[in-house]
């Protein structure tokens, strides 16, 4: 048997989820504790960027600009989708492209990490690295790709509302509870 032993039962994950949602939504950090609690591997979409690039994100933006930035994570996004079954943490932009979306739900299952604006603006607003947010007024730009985004992140397979007073674990777990509604996603057997 291949399962490992979660929560007094065995999971098997059998198609990589795709964590989705705005910046600060909790993608890297609740994606990082999902993979262990489901002893998959943790890969993040914007670090493997990173790492390809040998340079941050604001530098490649800076350096190539957005559109760049883009292609590459589209490459990276459908690289990573042909690994064996894992958490794919993905930049907050990515699920804004149709052919992103297409690769995800068709090879994967989207999760839309919902935070609340304010929940948002809290995580973020103390870092400088989100080269979009670098504008004179970074609450307003927050808001204003909030409500252009919401709309489509609404079309992920599963949706899972993030509160404040959440745990990363915490998270975890409503993300497994959700997977569970997905047999074809996640094989249980208590
Ligand atoms: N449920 C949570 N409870 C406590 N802190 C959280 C929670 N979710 C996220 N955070 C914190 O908020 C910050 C931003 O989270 P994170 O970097 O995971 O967001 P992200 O969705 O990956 O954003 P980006 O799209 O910019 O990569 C981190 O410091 C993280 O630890
Ligand atoms: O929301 C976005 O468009 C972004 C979020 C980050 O994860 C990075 O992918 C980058 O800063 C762009
Ligand atoms: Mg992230």
Known sequence: MDGRDTRAETVRL????????MMGA??????????SALHVPFRDSDAEIELAANMSIAEIFARDGEPFFRRKETQVIARLLDDAPA????????????????MITERGVAVWLDADL???WQRVKH?????????PDPYATLSEIY????????KADIIV??????????????VIDALKARPDVLECET
């Open 14 to 21: 059998k198609k990589t989820v795709v964590l989705v949602g």
């Open 26 to 35: 909790g993608k890297s950090a609740v994606g990082r504790a999902l993979a």
């Open 87 to 102: 958490v794919l943490s993905t930049g907050g932009g990515a699920y804004m492209s149709a052919e992103n979306r297409a």
């Open 118 to 120: 304010p929940v948002l």
């Open 127 to 135: 870092k400088d690295t989100r080269p979009l947010l670098r504008t």
């Open 147 to 154: 409500e252009r985004r919401v709309p489509i992140y609404a």
């Open 161 to 174: 509302k993030s509160g404040r007073k959440q745990s990363l674990e915490a998270m975890a777990d409503r």
